[in-house]
C-alpha cells in the first residue's frame, strides 16, 4: 500500500527513509535523451500509482532538484519514507544535489537507490547492484565524489554501445545525448515497466530480493 504525500521539512526516522535518484539532465532538449533514462525511470515508478492523476513534482531550490515524496507501507514492517529526486545539477554534477538532500535527512548511503543508463549494458537489460565504480558514467563518478566507497545502490539500465573505436569519446557524448530510435522503443518501455516494479519489490523485500528476480540474465 503506498500514499502520496507532499513533501515537508521534516527529520524522519532514517532507518525507515529510501532516497530514490533518477540521474539525467534538466530541460526540453534532454527529456527524451538515452542519459535521461533515470529520469523516466523514476517517472514511470510514480506514474504506477493509480491514485496518481497529476503530477507531483515540486521544483524545490534548497536541494537543486524536482522533488515527489510517497510513504510506502510494506506488507510486513514499517512504513517506509520515500523520496523521489530528479538533480537539476545537470548529470556531471549530480553528486552536489545528492549530498544536500543526504545531508539534511541524514540518510545513508545504503539508504539511496541511484537510477541510470548504462552504455555497457545492452538495450532493455536491467541490472541492480550495491557498489562498484562508475564504468566512465559522469553521473556516478560525481556521486563517488561524494560518497568514495561508493557503498549506495545502483539500478543500471542498459542503452547499448554504438559501434565505435573505445577512445572516440566525443561520438559516445553524442550517443547517449541522442534520442531513442524508433525501434528502440519497445524494448524501453518494457525496461520501464521492468524497472518500476523491481522498484516496487524493492521496497516490499528490500533490493537484493529484487535483484534476484529482475536482473537480466
Known sequence: MVSITVLTFAVYYTDYMILIVGLGNPGKQYEKTR??????????????FEPVKDTLWQ???????????????????EAERVILLKPKTFMNNSGMAVKIVSDFYKIRPDQIWVL??????????????SGGGSGGHRGIESLLQVFPKGDFWRVRCGIGRPLLEPADVKKIDDYVLGNFNHEDHA??????????????????????????KFNTK
Do not use: C, Y
Request: proline share 3%; charged share 30%; aromatic share 6%.
Open 35 to 48: 542519459h535521461n533514462l533515470g529520469f523516466m525511470v523514476l517517472e514511470q515508478f510514480l506514474k504506477d
Open 116 to 129: 541510470h543508463d548504462d552504455v555497457d549494458l545492452r538495450l532493455g537489460v536491467l541490472r541492480i547492484r
Open 187 to 212: 524494448k524501453i518501455r518494457e525496461l520501464l515497466s521492468r524497472a518500476s516494479k523491481a522498484l516496487q519489490m524493492g521496497l516490499e523485500e528490500g533490493l537484493p530480493a529484487s535483484m534476484n
Open 59 to 77: 521544483d524545490n531550490k534548497k536541494f537543486k532538484s524536482d522533488v515527489a515524496e510517497l510513504t510506502w507501507q510494506p506488507k510486513h514492517g
